[in-house]
Each structure stands twice: as C-alpha cells, then as structure tokens.
T-cell receptor, first 116, second 117 residues
C-alpha cells in the first residue's frame, strides 16, 4: 500500500516571502500522480498543482511550483510571494495509475500560517 | 469547470438517527465517486469507493452496514450513516473524477459537517 508523509505539522511564512512544504511518499509503482491540495477554513478541497510521475519537468502554476524527485520519492511544494490568502491546510496526495480506481491517498497535512 | 455538489452542508441530529448525504456531479457523469471522512485537524481518510450500478467497495475497517452507499445514477451517490452515534460526528466529503481517463483530476464537494448529539 502507498503511504504519504508530511513531516511538518505547521509552517509559518511572512507575506511576500517563499516557503517550501515537504512531502515524501512510498510506493512500488512507477506510474502515478502526485497532488497538492489546499483546504482553507471553509474545508473546501482546492487543487493547487499536480505532477505526473513520468514527467521529469517540475510542474508550475503561477506562484506554486514543485520539486519532484522521483528516485528519492519526494514531492515538495514551493509557494513564492506568499499572500494572506495562502493560509490554509495543505495536503499532499498520491494517486495510482494502475487499475481503474483513482482514489487518493493523503498525507497528514501541513498548516500554513502567513504573517504580515 | 466540473462541479460536485454535496448536501447538506451541516447536520445536527440526535443519537440513533439515520442521516443521508448526497453527492451530485452537476455537469459530468461519474461512474465512480469517493467518500472520505475527516476528523478535526486530521487528514482525509477514504471510506469507500462508490460504483454506479454495483456495490460500493469499502476500505478496511469501515462498516458497510453502518455506512450505506448507493450510486443509483451516473450523477448521484448517497452515503447514509445509519443509527448515528456521537462517535460518527465528523466531516464527510465526496469526490468524483471528471471523466473516464485516468489523468482526470478529482473534484470535491464542499463537505458535510455531521454532529450527533
């Protein structure tokens, strides 16, 4: 079974600064997707960014980018120019590309605080 | 974009009551939907995979007689918490992949906060 580990329960960043959230995972598969989801206090799950395992190039979405190290099974999220609206819980998630089910396995989450 | 609607958003009821939660895909068909449970300050844990026209697949440790799942159409899955007790109080959230391809992202409902008194 796959596992996802987020070793930082809480992180804090000043507005306009950069922060990196860590995520590692364990799998024996070679074909999979990795995701970062944001969950603000409203509890809505918002997709931030996703990475396909067979792509070597790191995904980027505006201020959000990932550092995907497949051999090390690491998938960190970098948030640049942090904004107050970035404050939320961030979950790293894994999805196998094997079989028909596309269920997600989530990490334990990192609570990000953004300070003035 | 693809939208998943989940109702109700909040339920408060007495112990012993059965509670039904609906998850609808509004502008796409979903042969598969997923039900997650999230305790306060914890992660989302998959409870079951809802399959249109067939039985749901439950994760280990989830009581299928307690959490009844029905996926009677391509746009609706329901989760019924039967004879709910205070320990069933939690945040329940559904999701659905927007399409048949394996690269389709999942779209989440806004969740249901269930409180059993």
């Amino acid at each position: 079974a796959q596992t996802v580990t987020q070793s930082q329960p809480e992180m804090s960043v000043q507005e306009a600064e950069t922060v990196t959230l860590s995520c590692t995972y364990d799998t024996s598969e070679s074909d999979y997707y990795l995701f970062w989801y944001k969950q603000p206090p409203s509890r809505q799950m918002i997709l931030v960014i996703r990475q396909e395992a067979y792509k070597q190039q790191n995904a980027t979405e505006n201020r959000f980018s990932v550092n995907f190290q497949k051999a090390a099974k690491s998938f960190s999220l970098k948030i640049s120019d942090s904004q107050l609206g970035d404050a939320a819980m961030y979950f790293c998630a894994y999805r196998s590309n094997t079989g028909t089910a596309s269920k997600l396995t989530f990490g334990t989450g990192t609570r990000l605080q953004v300070t003035l | 974009g693809a939208v998943v609607s989940q109702h109700p958003s909040r339920v408060i009821c007495k112990s012993g009551t059965s509670v039904k939660i609906e998850c609808r895909s509004l502008d796409f068909q979903a042969t598969t939907m997923f039900w997650y449970r999230q305790f306060p300050k914890q992660s989302l844990m998959l409870m079951a995979t809802s399959n249109e026209g067939s039985k749901a697949t439950y994760e280990q440790g989830v009581e299928k007689d307690k959490f009844l799942i029905n996926h009677a159409s391509l746009t609706l899955s329901t989760l019924t918490v039967t004879s709910a007790h205070p320990e069933d109080s939690s945040f329940y959230i559904c999701s659905a992949p927007a399409g048949q391809g394996r690269n389709q992202p999942q779209h989440f409902g806004d969740g249901t906060r269930l409180s059993i008194l």
